[in-house]
């Protein structure tokens, strides 16, 4: 029984640590929390939608591509108008955009839930070491353990990655010394994106229907791990979410029945107390942040 | 000709100018409109609208801190003045959780929005305790997690309601005149605590909260004060709002109503309170607008479909493009302030007449140069 909630607390904290690096890489790069990469997530869900089940081995990296499109339009429309704007500004502006696509959304499917069919392929379970696990749970954690790998590895190793860490550390100082400011920001751009798609994917999986606000609860989720991991450090990020989601999970099981309904509300008490404590992030150092 | 003034009458005239322009605005606006047929409902939802957006201006605008919490408080408002408005013989039928002394309990409504507006002061003063130590991002998540937190209240707590949170019944019965005083009391209330010496030193803190606190600003107590007073303002709004609906659903007061309102007041300008009504105004305009485009399929003679969504995409392509152009809103944190000739006392002018006013300004100058010239 431990085991299980283990693997529970790894794949919904996995993704949730997805989504966190996702907003915290156009943080980093652009100042911007890009409340529209919860429908970056919806469109991908919805071009699984067009393809599965049928056709799933096609779905998947059509599902990247128009993520990724529309990530790109995005960095043109409205970002690349806005540079220089306040995080506020930012923050808002995101959320126009979020709307807008839930409304495009809407207007072509219609609200309500759609079907796909997608993932039941590996809702079954398999015997590990004598452990019933679900196959899609094994995926998600290796999906998640992918992605979080190729990315430090692209972040440490290229020098592409290096520009993005650069203009995440210092943006003025890293275009001072010749890093390209708008390839660094469409960049980050794609990346998140590519992360928005997979975490789509995975999510229709698990849920195998979609709906036009479907990228709106994790996304939220998503900006709470950031924001309790640290928004300035990819890693406090990625550690943000599987902390959420351990949390999630230890709470399902050790409250009472009585008040398990209120589990979120304990859950988001714990997260306002962990932020009085480390208002700049639990995994950040608090020599990196602004004193008064 | 010459307009004789007295000093003190033009002090207050020059102090009032800003409130009374907004109210004098928004109520002929307001009445105007309410003259057409049938658009008397849509004049209540849209006051309120202005009224829940200056409400989170108060605290947003004056702290220059974000807040996703306020719907929470809306829905404190909401549920309060709604619950207190079902007359009590159905009450003890459709909210049959509640303790036995508020089941007769009925004020009517100036006094329930009263009592909406203290109980959401004090819980607010309480939630600010801990919050108002934060700023930037952590007090944008920190108050996302007090609307998740409401929300789950609402949906779960028994005294309200059997699962779902969802209470019937409520008399919707409030007219104009009676959101029009609701949206020009808060209004009113946001103008005395921007001048007041707590919004003065709030507002320091949100320029440049490193120099406040060097000259001693408390910046907490101030922001506590703020969310506080917010916090009642919303109440006040969501008290009037639920009597539109005449129906509680905790999902009303979530996500998408937090957000809309932030909004708003972004994109009127979220540094001045002639921003807040400003943005405020605009988003009921699209809101009810685009509702009614969608409702009636058409504008007056002119018959088209609109696909459902498309209302959304719309008052979202507005809120972008306004941002676009304006990135700090559309007033750009300025008040429509006294016109010259008002602010500037008599007394100086050679004539007594706003036209020389700029000679005031030019003096300095002429001085430096007849003295270069000697």
């Known amino acids: ?292 | 000709m010459s307009i004789n003034i007295s000093a003190r009458l033009r002090a207050v005239l020059v102090a009032a100018w800003t409130p009374g322009v907004l109210l004098v605005g928004v109520a002929l606006a307001a009445l105007l409109l309410s003259l057409v047929p049938k658009l008397a409902g849509d004049v209540v939802q849209g006051l309120i609208m202005v009224t829940l957006v200056v409400a989170i201006y108060i605290f947003v605008g004056n702290s220059g801190v974000i807040s996703f919490g306020h719907a929470a408080f809306i829905a404190v408002g909401a549920y309060l003045g709604g619950i207190l408005a079902i007359p009590p013989m159905q009450r003890a039928f459709l909210v049959p959780g509640l303790p036995d002394w508020l089941k007769s309990f009925a004020p009517g409504l100036w006094p329930t929005v009263m009592i909406a507006a203290i109980v959401a002061a004090v819980v607010g003063y309480i939630v600010a305790l801990p919050l108002a130590r934060l700023g930037g991002m952590a007090a944008a998540v920190a108050t996302l997690a007090l609307l998740m937190i409401s929300q789950v209240v609402l949906v779960h707590w028994d005294v309200l309601s059997k699962g779902g949170g969802t209470i019937s019944g409520i008399p919707v019965d409030v007219t104009v005149p009676i959101a029009l005083v609701g949206a020009a009391a808060v209004i009113v209330a946001a103008w005395l605590f921007q001048r007041s010496p707590t919004g003065v030193r709030l507002r320091a803190s949100r320029d440049d909260q490193v120099a406040a606190r060097s000259v001693g600003v408390k910046v907490s107590r101030e922001r506590r004060r703020a969310f506080a007073l917010s916090a009642a303002a919303s109440a006040v709004g969501g008290a009037l709002y639920v009597h539109t609906v005449g129906v509680l659903t905790p999902s009303d007061y979530y996500l998408s109503l937090g957000f809309i309102i932030l909004a708003s007041l972004v994109i009127g300008g979220m540094g001045s309170l002639t921003g807040a009504v400003v943005g405020g105004a605009l988003l009921a305009v699209l809101d009810v607008g685009m509702r009614r485009i969608q409702v009636s399929g058409g504008i007056g003679p002119w018959e088209f479909a609109v696909p459902n969504g498309i209302a959304t995409v719309i008052i979202a392509a507005v809120l972008v493009f306004v941002l676009i152009r304006r990135p700090a809103g559309i007033m750009r944190g300025r008040e429509i302030s006294a016109p010259g000739w008002l602010s500037t006392p008599t007394s100086i002018r050679p004539d007594g007449l706003g036209a020389e006013a700029p000679s005031i300004q030019e003096a300095p100058v002429e001085t430096k140069e007849s003295l270069s010239n000697v």
Do not use: H
């Open chain 1, 1 to 292: 029984m431990g085991v299980q909630y283990i693997i529970d607390a790894l794949t919904v904290g996995g993704l949730y640590a997805l989504l966190a690096v996702g907003l915290a890489m156009t943080f980093g790069v652009a100042r911007l929390i890009n409340l529209a990469q919860g429908e970056l997530i919806m469109v991908s869900a919805y071009t699984i939608y067009l393809f599965a089940p049928e056709l799933w081995y096609l779905a998947i990296p059509a599902a990247v591509c128009v993520s990724v499109l529309f990530a790109l339009l995005m960095s043109w429309m409205p970002f690349s108008f806005l540079r220089g704007a306040d995080e506020t500004t930012l923050l808002v502006a995101s959320f126009g955009v979020s709307l807008a696509l839930q409304g495009v959304a809407v207007a072509i499917f219609g609200s309500r839930p759609k079907g796909t069919g997608f993932g039941s392929d590996v809702s079954s379970s398999v015997e590990i070491l004598g452990l019933s696990v679900s196959l899609l749970a094994l995926i998600t954690f290796g999906v998640v353990l992918l992605m979080l790998l190729l990315l430090t590895f692209f972040l440490r190793n290229t020098a592409a990655g290096v520009w993005i860490r650069a203009s995440a550390e210092d943006y003025v100082m890293a275009q001072m010394l010749g890093v390209r400011a708008q390839r660094v920001v469409t960049m980050s751009f794609v990346i998140s994106g590519v992360i928005a798609a997979l975490t789509g994917i995975l999510l229709t999986a698990r849920s195998g229907s979609v709906m036009p606000e479907m990228g709106v609860q994790p996304l939220l989720l998503g900006l709470v791990a950031v924001v309790l991991g640290g928004l300035r450090s990819l890693p406090g990020a990625a550690a943000g979410g599987f902390l959420l989601g351990g949390l999630t999970v230890a709470l399902t099981v050790l409250l009472p029945p009585g008040i398990a309904v209120y589990r979120d509300a304990i859950l988001f008490t714990i997260v306002i107390l962990v932020l009085l404590v480390r208002p700049g992030g639990i995994f950040v150092r608090s020599s990196a942040l602004e004193r008064v």
